[in-house]
């Protein structure tokens, strides 16, 4: 039909191959140019940076290693405004609680002299360091300093520390211990924004005044950091926060030599992307797109839609309970996770490779509020379980997502993290073209299951059905483990319809 069209028409045939010729070429060459940029802003094509990433691509030493393989971590937010635990005066802030400070209706006067109340009776880092462990948790992430500047250790290069509350034993030092004896790693959160110390600023110094006292404020930070690792040399990581404002941002050499100094003290230690800028202002990955630091710290609260958005990079994502806030809150404004949504995280970003590190608060008596507790006993029951599918497990790439929930591999084997699970107590899997079927497959915790082959898809991808016992998922979300069998040189003799 075309041809009888364009019969007797040769020289307009001939223009419109050429338009749509050059249209085409208009548009590979566009489509080059973007995947160029592209390429350019993962690091591909370099711009010349003194202050950028020091290790383009994963670290792969042991404790880097050890810190990939945890899966899950516990963080703790304790400090100051853990006593007004987001009320003052009977009004209840909607806000983070950590942030009282900066509320508007709370003098920071009254607020700087919390600290003098500061008793925690009920504080008890072996019994915080025992929920953790039966959480499931590898590693913890504790607050030694926020923005509010309040120190929970002795500092000497402030009086703003536990030492002058009617309490003065040091709190760090009780969790590290603590927690260590659980065979629990630590990190230690510390903020580099100070609202207590005179020098810190927002903004880069523009007087001398300025200057001098931001200088000031430089070194301060410097000596508590060094006096941390000196305190507690057993920590694995330094957790970093309060490093977006400008002065800091503008700081990038100091930064860069401050990390530096760190590492030559402490050569395994882990410290994620927060810490220093790039000498354009990048945070978190530099000019070239090569993360700076560790491990990718930008996920807070949040979970990339796809791993291709992580860039291959190790990262975490610190989580909290209610909708935002990471201090203890008495009454919450906010939505409350359930346990189910949480465990559903922890399947997510391990399946991502990511460590999931959720939060909790403390009551100024250093109590775990019950809703926690029960938090972590019910996240501690599904661990007990199907913690094998999150300790040491991998993300799996090579099979494509299937719509019931997660996937992560160890050892020649993979786990499917159940959440969704069919009504027909049916679970289909499908493997991509020459990849694998299924070996033995069986419950974590439960026995061996049924496989049946599905067939085909139009793909050519193998499908399996998992029969399901009956009533499982009742108590939960469940992994199912399943041996691999290599299928790659599978002898296609299956022939499709050609259309
Ligand atoms: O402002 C803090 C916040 O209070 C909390 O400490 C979190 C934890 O990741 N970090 C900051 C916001 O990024």
């Known amino acids: 039909m075309h041809n009888t069209i364009f019969a007797g028409h040769k020289t307009p045939l001939i223009k419109i191959r050429s338009i749509f010729f050059c249209l085409a070429l208009f548009a590979t060459i566009q489509f080059d140019a973007q995947a160029q940029n592209k390429e350019n802003f993962r690091g591909r094509v370099t711009i010349p940076l003194k202050h950028g990433s020091d290790h383009p691509g994963k670290r792969t030493d042991e404790a880097m290693n050890r810190w990939r393989s945890h899966g899950l971590g516990q963080f703790i937010h304790w400090g100051m405004y853990s006593i007004p635990g987001g009320e003052w005066k009977g009004k209840t802030y909607t806000g983070a609680s950590e942030w009282i400070r900066v509320w508007k209706e709370i003098p920071n006067a009254d607020y700087d002299n919390l600290y003098k109340q500061f008793n925690p009776k009920g504080f008890d880092a072996k019994k915080w360091a025992r929920m953790a462990k039966d959480m ?59 609202w207590n110390q005179g020098g810190w600023l927002y903004q880069a110094p523009k007087t001398d005044e300025e200057r001098a006292k931001w200088e000031g ?53 882990i410290i994620g992307s927060r810490f220093r800028p790039d000498e354009y202002g990048n945070r978190q990955c530099d000019a070239n797109g090569d993360l700076i630091g560790d491990y990718d710290q930008s996920w807070e609260r949040d979970i990339p839609t796809s791993i291709e958005q992580l860039h291959g990079n190790d990262w975490d994502c610190g989580m909290t309970v209610a909708e935002n806030g990471w201090g203890y809150t008495k009454t919450p404004t906010s939505y409350v996770k359930t346990p189910y949504e949480l465990i559903s995280m922890i399947s997510e970003c391990n399946s991502m490779g990511g ?100 067939g085909r898809n139009k793909r050519n991808s193998r499908l399996f059905n998992i029969h399901l016992p009956a009533g499982v998922g009742a108590g939960g979300p469940f992994v199912i483990e399943m041996e691999l069998i290599d299928n790659t040189g599978e002898n296609d003799a299956y022939q499709q319809a050609l259309t």
């Open 355 to 454: 460590n999931f590190v959720l939060n909790f608060g403390p009551d100024g008596n250093g109590v775990m509020p019950t809703r926690e507790v029960n938090i972590a006993n019910e996240i501690g029951r599904w661990m007990k379980t199907n913690g094998e599918a999150v300790r040491g497990a991998e993300p799996v790439t090579d099979i494509r997502k299937q719509g019931w929930g997660f996937m992560t591999k160890k050892d020649g084997k993979i786990y499917l993290h159940v959440y969704n699970k069919p009504l027909n107590d049916v679970l289909r899997i499908e493997f991509g073209r020459k990849t694998y079927v299924p070996g033995a497959v069986k419950m974590l915790g439960g026995a061996p299951l049924k496989v049946t082959d599905a």
């Open 136 to 194: 499931g948790a590898g590693y913890m992430v504790f607050t030694t300093k926020h923005h509010d500047g309040f120190c929970m250790w002795p500092s000497k290069y402030t009086d703003y520390t536990v030492a002058n509350t009617p309490y003065k034993k040091d709190i760090v030092e009780q969790v590290v211990d603590a927690y260590t004896a659980e065979g629990i790693d630590v990190h230690l959160y510390f903020s580099v924004m100070d």
């Open 217 to 269: 404020f430089k070194e301060f930070t410097r000596n508590q950091i060094f006096e941390l690792l000196d305190n507690y040399p057993q920590i694995k990581g330094l957790w970093f926060d309060g490093t977006w404002d400008n002065s800091w941002v503008s700081e990038y050499e100091f930064a860069h030599e401050l990390e530096k100094e760190i590492r030559a003290k402490h050569p395994d230690i």
